[in-house]
């Protein structure tokens, strides 16, 4: 059974950047669609990026072209690469494997999150 598990999460000052990585075990990464999520204090979950078991990505408007959504097949991992953060980019991080090859609304497998606060 598949099982995801985020790391790289952090306190980061606002301007700075945090790599976080997704990996994967116990299942194949590569036919799946990788998101990232994010759930900040008080809101709600919402999707900020998908990388299609092709490669083709998406990105929320409130991240675009900060953040980076890649994947490493061969590593079965998904990294979500944060650079110009914010105060309001702190919010628990999370990965989830997609049903589909292509970013559905389907996701059958969530990591645990990681942790990113944004503060001076």
């Known amino acids: 059974q598949l099982r995801l598990v985020e790391s790289g999460g952090g306190l980061v000052q606002p301007g700075g950047s945090l790599r976080l990585s997704c990996a994967g075990s116990?299942?194949?990464?590569?036919?799946?669609?990788i998101g990232w999520f994010r759930q900040a204090p008080g809101k709600e979950r919402e999707q900020i990026a998908c990388?299609?078991?092709?490669?083709?990505?998406y990105y929320a408007d409130s991240v675009k072209d900060r953040f980076a959504i890649s994947r490493d097949n061969a590593k079965n991992t998904a990294t979500l690469q944060l650079t110009s953060l914010s105060l309001g980019d702190t919010a628990v991080y999370y990965c989830a494997a997609n049903q589909w090859y292509y970013c559905s609304d389907q996701w059958r497998t969530w990591g645990q999150g990681t942790r990113v606060t944004v503060s001076s």
């Open positions: 116990g299942g194949a990464l590569e036919t799946s669609a």
């Open positions: 990388i299609t078991s092709q490669e083709y990505t």
